[in-house]
């Protein structure tokens, strides 16, 4: 399995902007594609976005569709998350996952690695 670290969480005031970065262990980087997820204070986790092992392909939840962008940098192992006009209802811990194989996901249950996760706190 592919081991994951997150970075690039932080305090923002509302309609600001972070970038997490996810990298990931190991030299099968290009084997996985990536996710992006989201768990607020007392709800369930959410997708947020994927991208594709070659990266040519991104998947949105609707609700950051616009805002948010998903990259990635097979060379560095890495992942990332660019995230504008940031919201307080965003608030919550964002964890990144791998998928072995396969085309992009959106399921939680598709993915089989996760990071610790990263806190991203949006003030009003």
């Known amino acids: 399995q592919v081991q994951l670290v997150e970075s690039g969480g932080g305090l923002v005031q509302a309609g600001g902007s972070l970038r997490l970065s996810c990298t990931a262990s190991?030299?099968?980087?290009?084997?996985?594609?990536m996710g992006w997820f989201r768990q607020a204070p007392g709800k369930e986790r959410e997708f947020v976005a994927s991208?594709?092992?070659?990266?040519?392909?991104?998947s949105y939840a609707d609700s950051v569709k616009g805002r948010f962008t998903i990259s990635r940098d097979n060379a560095k192992n890495t992942v990332s998350l660019e995230m504008n006009s940031l919201r307080p209802e965003e608030t919550a811990v964002y964890y990144c996952a791998a998928k072995y194989l396969g085309v992009a996901a959106v399921r939680e249950t598709d993915f089989r690695s996760w990071g610790q996760g990263t806190q991203v706190t949006v003030s009003s």
């Open positions: 991208i594709s092992r070659g990266g040519g392909s991104t």
């Open positions: 190991g030299r099968t980087f290009m084997m996985y594609s």
